[in-house]
């Protein structure tokens, strides 16, 4: 009883000092997080609520990576990505289950964004691909919305 | 046998025996090496190698795990001293009374040198890990204390962002703990530069595109290993012995280093390009080791010579964004080299080697003492000849 909350002690300073550390980011991690809520205020304008889910990670250059999202039938959902000013091209693409690739985006240079009504609820995965990106690592952003 | 006959026998005989005082034992422009920098030892046993290796691989495991437990990000913020995020990040490893004496010291210099360097907040973060001298034997494992070398953990596909630089214990450590201050500044920073090596580069310029990446990787980082952008010093070669003047090379080294190594020096641009893009070939992946160690006497044989400063020159020469441009670049490495040079990669690397080398001499070359002599007993022969064929006409 006595090691488990000085274990919970010890978890809840780690969290307290590394949290903050976490959230400051350096300067090209903060330009993400700007663009981000930038692009939250934008679309809360017109109608879109909060993000259900965001992300910021950095990625090389020709580097890529997915994460999973869970999307409802019938519910329309806005994916938009945004990247730190060393970044020139930024793809989103969104696959099944399967693997199919249901909504693409790989024109929009430094913005893209993907709009699909998922037919089923299912688990679908957002892959990020850093196109282009003059100096290594950028970072980039990206937040699901429903419509 | 008639007299005149044996005395031209005893002639030839006589000047084979000069000639072969002349020329033996074999010279061809090579004398023998002077040991002006360590005492002559034997050649070690092949298991006397063995062990060595074995050695050299279970330091380089050590120096790998420490910088994976001292760099981590996770580890970083409660290891190190406060960093404002605009310079290195320093985590002396050692005793607390050692490490709170060494640290404010490393930190001050750390930042000049990061200043020097033109560095300021960088995507890549650094950490430097110094090792504190310490005194202790762990039962027959190989003793820690190593060659004075850095060793560098990159930043790879689970951690794009750190660069992790150990610095063991050795002269300027133990020298800051016996006089509690930094005694020689620039020397010491100099030397702090030079041990930043390839971090410096990922700090200044990012992770590197991925053809330039696997490209450093499969040579063990050996064109950027000292970062040295910043000084417009020229330097010199100090295989050339104490005397640059005299330009006498140390033939011990010069024949350790590789036969591009070595052609490059005489000047052959086939030859410089060859040793500068050594290592392109292959695929671009991430498979290439994390960890670069350099082993104890690794500027004896080198791929290129002076290999360890080239990309420093290369970016004073172009300057920062066409290297930039360079680093990043997702073109075949020999492309962008040119591109970011402006002609092809072993003329540039012929003209660059002639700023701290003369011309390594190369192929047979008769020394000028040999070729005097031979001219002396051609003429003399010619001379004899010629006076006994006046002495033999028939009036």
């Known amino acids: 009883m006595r090691r488990s909350g000085t274990l919970g002690v010890i978890a809840v300073l780690v969290l307290a000092v590394w949290a903050p550390l976490r959230a400051q980011g350096n300067r090209w991690e903060r330009q993400v997080s700007d663009q981000l809520q930038r692009a939250v205020t934008a679309l809360h304008g017109k109608g879109v609520g909060r993000p259900d889910l965001t992300r910021i990670a950095p990625l090389n250059s020709e580097e890529s990576e997915s994460f999973p999202v869970t999307l409802q039938a019938g519910v329309g959902y806005l994916i938009s990505g945004v990247c730190d000013d060393d970044c020139t091209s930024l793809h989103l693409v969104l696959a099944n289950a399967a693997n199919n690739e249901v909504a693409v985006d790989r024109a929009s240079e430094n913005f893209p964004v993907l709009r699909f009504t998922p037919p089923e609820t299912t688990r679908y995965r957002v892959k990020v691909t850093m196109a282009a990106c003059q100096m290594n690592p950028c970072w980039y952003g990206v937040a699901v919305y429903r419509k | ?395």
Not at chain 2, 3 to 23: K, L, N, Q, S, T
Not at chain 2, 245 to 264: E, F, G
Not at chain 2, 286 to 293: E, F, I, K, Q
């Open chain 2, 1 to 395: 046998m008639a007299r005149g006959v044996r005395v031209w026998v005893a002639v030839a005989i006589a000047a084979c025996g000069i000639v072969a005082v002349a020329y033996l034992p074999p010279r061809g422009g090579v004398t023998a090496p002077e040991l002006r920098f360590a005492a002559r030892v034997p050649q070690p046993t092949p298991a006397r190698l063995r062990a060595q290796d074995v050695a050299e691989r279970w330091r380089a495991t050590q120096a790998a795990i420490r910088l994976l437990e001292s760099a981590h990000p996770l580890v970083r913020p409660f290891s190190a001293g406060g960093s404002n995020g605009a310079g290195p990040t320093v985590i002396v490893d050692g005793p607390d009374s050692t490490a709170s004496l060494l640290h404010p010291m490393l930190v001050a210099e750390l930042d000049t040198v990061w200043r020097q360097l033109g560095l300021g907040e960088t995507k890549v973060a650094v950490v430097v890990v110094f090792e504190a001298p310490r005194f202790m034997y762990r039962g027959s494992a190989p003793p820690e204390e190593r060659s004075g070398n850095a060793s560098y953990l990159l930043p790879d596909s689970a951690d794009r962002t750190t660069c992790g630089v150990l610095i063991p214990a050795g002269y300027w450590s133990i020298n800051l703990l016996r006089v509690r201050r930094v005694e020689r500044v620039a020397q010491f920073r100099e030397w702090l530069k030079g041990n930043l090596g390839p971090c410096a580069f990922y700090a200044a310029y990012g992770n590197p595109g991925k053809p330039v990446r696997s490209w450093l990787a499969r040579r063990n980082f050996d064109l950027a290993l000292y970062p040295v952008w910043d000084n417009p010093g020229r330097h010199r070669l100090w295989a050339l012995g104490q005397d640059p003047a005299m330009q006498r090379w140390w033939w011990d080294w010069v024949y350790n280093q590789s036969l591009t190594a070595v052609a490059c020096l005489a000047r052959r641009p086939d030859a410089c390009r060859t040793a500068v893009l050594e290592g392109v070939e292959g695929a671009f992946d991430d498979s290439g080791p994390r960890v670069v160690t350099l082993g104890q006497w690794w500027w004896k044989s080198q791929r290129l010579v002076a290999a360890e400063r080239y990309l420093s020159d290369v970016v004073r020469e172009v300057g920062h964004d066409r290297f930039q441009r360079f680093w990043s670049s997702t073109q075949p490495v020999d492309t962008a080299l040119a591109a970011m040079l402006k002609m092809p990669v072993g003329e540039w690397t012929v003209g660059w080697e002639r700023r701290f080398a003369p011309e390594l001499p190369l192929g047979a070359a008769a020394p000028p003492s040999a070729s005097f002599l031979a001219l002396l007993l051609a003429a003399a022969a010619v001379g004899s000849v010629a006076l006994a064929a006046r002495r033999r006409q028939v009036r």
